[in-house]
C-alpha cells in the first residue's frame, strides 16, 4: 500500500476516533472520557512511522473545525482556527511523546506476548504521555479563556482518564490490523478485536439510550419551567384583572362616578409595576354629544371634543358612527390627559376588542399596540352594564373601563429570574394563524439546532398568548450529569480490562504454540539423529556379528585344520626328546625340552581354541542333563589333581535340565578347577550350589577359599586370552572363563563374579533351562 493511501487511512480513523469522543465527552469541562485518537494514533505512528505524524494533525484539526465548538461563537474566525491549530498540536505532541516513549522502552515488534510486556507497553504508552497530553490541550483551552481556573485540574484528570482509556482499548485494537509481527497480531482478530469491539459498540449504543433518556427528562423538566413561567404571567394578568373587576364593581354600584371618584379610585391600582393607565369610556348617542362635551370642559377644566385619532397615528378615517366611546377619564391624567375625547373604540387594533368586549360582555384583551412613546401594550377592555343582571345586549352598555398594561414590562419581569446568556424567551399574541405579533424578544443568537425549544400557551381574558423558550444544548443539566461519566469511565476502565485479559491469554496461547512448535521440531530433529544411529548402531551390530561368525570360522577351521601338523611336530619333538635323550648335550636337551613344551602348550591353546569356537556354532543339540551326574564324573576326572592339592569339593543337589551336556561339562569343570588351581595356602575348598529363581531361570555359585581377585580386575576376567597371571606362576590359556561366559550366554543367562583377595572368590551365573523331572 502506498504511504499516500496508509497516512490517508490513519487521518480517517484518527478522526472517526475523535468524533467518538465528543460523543462522550462533557460539555462543562470540555473533555471526554474516552480518547480513542490517542490510542490509534499511537500505534499508527508506532507501526508506520514518525513521519506520519501531520496525518494525525489534520485529522485532529478537521475534527475539531467540525465539531461546532462552544469556542466557536467566542472566539474570532481566525482566533478559532488558532485555536484549533494549537490544539491539534498539542495532540501531536501527545502522541510523538508516547511512541518515543514505547520505543525507548520496549523493542520493536511489539508482538505483546507476555504479561510483563503487554503491562509495560499499556503503561508507558497509556499514562505518562497521557498526562503530558491533557496538561498541553486543557492548558490550550485555558490560554484561550475557554475554560476557567476552576475546572481546571478537573479538566486535566477527566482528559488524563479519556487518553489512558483510549490508549488502553484502542491502540491493541488498531494493532490487531496493523501490528506486527502479522501472524501473533491477526490471530487476535477474533479474540481480541471483535468482542471489544462488539462489547463497545453496546456501550455506545447503551449511552446514546441513556443521553436519550437524560434528554427526554431535560425537555420535561424545560417544558414544567415554561408552563410555569407561562402561569406567573397569567397570574399577574389575572391579579390586575382582579382590579379592574372591582372598579366594575364601583360603576355598578353608583348612579355616576365623576372624575375624583375614578382618581382616587385607582391612585393605589397605578403604583403597580407594569400599569400604564386606567381610562373610562363612556356611551355617548348622538343626541347627548353636545351636552356630554359640555359637562367634561368644565369636570376637565380644558377643551374637550370627541377625536378619532388612533394610537398608531394614522390618519382618522371618517366613520359614521351613531354612538361614541370616547376617553372620559384617563390616570394618571397628568401623564396621559392630552388623550381625553380620543374614541379609541375606533382604533384599528382595539376596535374588535371593544365589539366583543360589547358582545359577550366579558373582559377581552386587545392584541398588542403601541401605546405613547412606543411602549408595546395590551388594553384590557371590561363592559359596564347598566344593570348587571339584564344581559340583555348593547343597549344597556354604560360604557368601558379600559385598563393599558406594559406587556414587555410586565413580561421581563416575570421573565427575569430565568434569563441567562443560554436561555431565551419569545412571547407573543397568536392572533389569527400565523399571524402572531411579539409581545416580547430577547435579540435571539446562535444557531436554533443548538437550542432546545419547549412552550406553554396561555388563554388571557380571551386571547392566547404563547411563550417560547429556547435553552442551548450544552448548557443542559445532563452535561453537568458527572455521574453518568463516571460509570461510562468505569465501563471503559472493564472493558480496557477485559482486552488486557484477552491479550494475555491470546499472547500465552501464541507463546506456547511457538514453544510446543519448536520443541516438536527439536524433538523430531533428535528423533531422526537416534533413528539413524539406531540404524548405524544395527549396522555395526550386524558387521560385528558378521565378522565375529568369520572370526569364528576362521579360528575353528584355524586350530582344527593346525592340529595335525602340531601333534606331529609335538609327538616327533617328544621322540627326538625320549630317543636321543643320551645322545645330546645337556643344551640341546634343553632346547628340545623348549620345543616339546611350546608344542604342547600350543596344542592346549587350539584345543581350547576349538573348545571355545564350538560353543558358538548353532545347532547344539540338547538333552536332557542331569547335572549332579555331570559334577560327579568331572569329581572323578579330577580325582588326581583333588588328591594332589587336598582339595574339597562339596556339591549341593542339582537340577536335572534340558541342555548340551558337553557345555555343562566345560563349564563345571572350568569354574570348579580354577578353584582348584587358583588356591591359597589354605587347603581349598570348593562349593557348587543352585537356587531356583523362577520356573525357567536357575542361579549356580561355584565358590572357593582360593587366592581371589583384586577389585580392578573383576570386569576383564571374561575377555579371551585375558590372564592375570603369567604361565610360571599358573599354567593356562585364558581362554576358560570367556568360554563359560559365551556358555552361559548361549542359554540366555549372564555370568558375574564375587571376590575378596586372600578371601576366596565366586562365580555366579544364571541359566534359562527348562527342568526336568
Ligand atoms: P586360565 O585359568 O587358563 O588362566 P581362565 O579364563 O580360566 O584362564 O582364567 C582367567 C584368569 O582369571 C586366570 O588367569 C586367573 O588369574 C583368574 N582366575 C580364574 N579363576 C580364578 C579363581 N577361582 N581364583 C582366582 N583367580 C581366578
Redesign the pocket.
Known sequence: MNNLIKGLLLTILCFLGWKISFFFSLPAVQASVISPHSGIALAGILILGYRFWPAVWIAVFLALLTSGLEAQDSLSAGGFLFFIACRATSAIIQVLIAAFLVRHFMKPPYAMEKEEDIVKFLFVAGSVSSLAGSFLSTGVFYSFGIIKTDIFALRCLISWVGHILGVLIFAPLMMVFIGQPREVWSSRLRTVAFPVMIIFTLILVFFVYVKDQANKRSVKELALKSELIANKIKNHMDSYFQELYSLQGLYRSSVDVDRSEFKSFTRDLLKRGSILAYSWHPKVLPSEKEAFKERMRAELKMPFDIKFSPFNGTDPKTVAVSVHYPLAYIEPFNKYGKLAGIDIALDAKLLPAFDLAASSQELILSEPFYFKDDIQAVAAVLPVHENALAQSGVSDLKGFIVLFINAENLIYRDLKPFLGKDTFFDVFDKGIAGQGKQLYKKAFEGDVNEFLKTGADMSIANRSWRLDHYQLRRSLDINKEYSIHFIMAVIFFFLACLEIFLLIITGRQTLIKRLVLEKTQDLNKANELLQSEIIEKNKIAQDLERSNKELEQFAYVASHDLQEPLRMVASFTGLLEVKYKDKLDDTAREYIHFAVDGARRMQQLIDDLLEFSRVGQKDVPKEDVDLNKVCAQILQDCAVSIKENRATVLIEALPRIHANETQMRQLFL??IS??I??KSSRDPVIRVSCKQLSSFEWQFSVA?N????HEKNLDK?FVIF????TKEE?????????LCKKIVENYGGRIWVE?VVDAG?T?NFILNVKRIF
Open positions: 572350568n569354574l580354577n578353584g588351581k587358583y572357593d582360593g587366592i581371589g581377585i576376567l585375558k590372564r592375570l597371571h599358573y599354567k593356562g590359556t585364558g581362554i576358560g572363563l570367556a571376590s572368590t562365580f
